[in-house]
């Protein structure tokens, strides 16, 4: 069955904007990653001398997928910048607006000193957002974190979060106006609802290109903390489900829970970057970084579950494609069976 791809543009008052660029606009393309970077966007069209440019800051919604199905939200974005081509070619002059997900990302580079004792992973996100103008978005399993204390000196609000939630096993990031974090690797947004997996099959994959290497020979992952009840440095291990070795991490941290989060996301990092690649496919509307990825019909070495590292949604010419970068997931890829 031949599917029809549909796409909006809405402007902040809520008008498609795609009815008046018929014939001019040539693609629109929607990137996220499962790391801190924000979504972003990148919309091209033809340039003529009626042409009137969006300015920065400019806000717009895009939704697209399938006209069967109906459009589906792919996120809000605010204009960055635009970029302005053309030759002397048949192919005339172009424009190419770049957007990202977040309208507030300039205050989170500000820069500021500050520490945080006896507090929560979800107390701290909040304080920051409230700072920048933002509402906070954490996912509950890790908002309840303990941080008996962290110094922030002279670090941007965005750097400060990032080595924290590094810290605690989390990612977090600004998006759609909000500031979102969730724990790293679960699979969940960060209101908590399960991301819906991905699912791809041979039909619907025009290719794909992976590297898979052997898992590092690492049994647990040690993390150490110190008591202060009995001044004492102990160790707390996470296992990784394979044979080898423990690892060290090299710093002690405050704290048992600390230590537990840090081994944890240390496992699930050490885990992943075992195996990694891309799956192009006919587009995936649904499909979001960070969710979990199902494989099939590819053979044992590749059938399996993956997680979503990134994804590239394009409506162009080529229709709408979809482009998903993966990491390992929860099965040992590249183990013999």
């Known amino acids: 069955m031949i599917r029809t791809p549909v796409l909006q543009i809405?402007?902040?008052?809520?008008?498609?904007?795609?009815?008046?660029?018929?014939?001019?606009?040539?693609?629109?393309?929607?990137?996220?990653?499962?790391?801190?970077?924000?979504?972003?966007?990148?919309?091209?069209?033809v340039r003529t001398a009626a042409s009137v440019l969006p300015t920065r800051?400019?806000?717009?919604?895009?939704?697209?997928?399938?006209?069967?199905?109906?459009?589906?939200?792919q996120g809000r974005f605010t204009v960055q910048k635009i970029t302005l081509?053309?030759?002397?070619?048949?192919?005339?002059?172009?424009?190419?607006?770049?957007?990202?997900?977040?309208?507030y990302v300039d205050k989170l580079k500000g820069h500021a000193s500050k520490h945080y004792d006896d507090t929560t992973y979800g107390k701290v996100v909040e304080d920051i957002a409230k700072q920048c103008g933002l509402d906070a978005s954490v996912d509950a399993d890790i908002?309840?974190?303990?941080?008996?204390?962290?110094?922030?000196?002279?670090?941007?609000?965005?750097?400060?979060?990032?080595?924290?939630?590094?810290?605690?096993?989390?990612?977090?990031?600004?998006?759609?106006?909000?500031?979102?974090?969730?724990?790293?690797?679960?699979?969940?947004?960060?209101s908590g609802k399960d991301l819906s997996p991905i699912l791809i099959s041979r039909p619907i994959c025009m290719g794909y290109d992976l590297e898979i290497e052997p898992r590092p020979e690492t049994?647990?992952?040690?993390?150490?903390?110190?008591?202060?009840?009995?001044?004492?440095?102990?160790?707390?291990?996470?296992?990784?489900?394979?044979?080898?070795?423990v690892a060290?991490?090299?710093?002690?941290?405050?704290?048992?829970?600390?230590?537990?989060?840090a081994a944890e996301a240390d496992a699930f990092e050490r885990g992943n970057d075992s195996a990694s690649g891309d799956f192009r496919c006919i587009g995936l509307p649904e499909a979001h970084a960070e969710a979990p990825v199902i494989v099939r019909g590819f053979g044992s070495v590749i059938d399996g579950r993956w997680k979503a590292e990134s994804i590239e949604k394009i409506w162009g010419d080529d229709g709408f494609t979809t482009t998903v970068g993966v990491k390992s997931g929860e099965d040992q890829k590249g183990d013999k069976k």
């Not at 005339?92 to 990202?100: K, N, P, Y």
């Not at 903390?225 to 291990?237: A, L, N, S, Y």
């Not at 060290?248 to 989060?261: G, N, V």
Request: charged residues 25%; proline residues 4%; neutral net charge.
């Open 219 to 245: 049994g647990d992952i040690a993390a150490a903390w110190h008591d202060e009840k009995t001044g004492k440095r102990k160790i707390v291990k996470h296992k990784t489900g394979r044979k080898g070795p």
């Open 57 to 73: 800051g400019d806000e717009f919604t895009i939704l697209g997928g399938w006209l069967d199905e109906g459009p589906v939200d």
């Open 143 to 190: 908002a309840k974190v303990q941080i008996p204390y962290a110094l922030r000196w002279e670090q941007s609000h965005i750097d400060f979060l990032t080595h924290l939630s590094g810290e605690v096993g989390a990612v977090c990031k600004p998006a759609g106006g909000k500031l979102i974090a969730v724990k790293r690797g679960g699979g969940k947004s960060a």
């Open 85 to 103: 081509s053309g030759s002397g070619s048949s192919d005339g002059d172009m424009f190419s607006v770049q957007l990202r997900a977040a309208d």
């Open 10 to 45: 809405l402007n902040k008052g809520g008008v498609d904007i795609l009815p008046r660029l018929t014939g001019l606009w040539v693609s629109c393309k929607v990137s996220e990653t499962a790391g801190q970077e924000s979504d972003t966007a990148e919309i091209v069209c």
């Open 248 to 261: 060290h991490i090299p710093h002690p941290y405050r704290s048992e829970d600390e230590a537990k989060k």
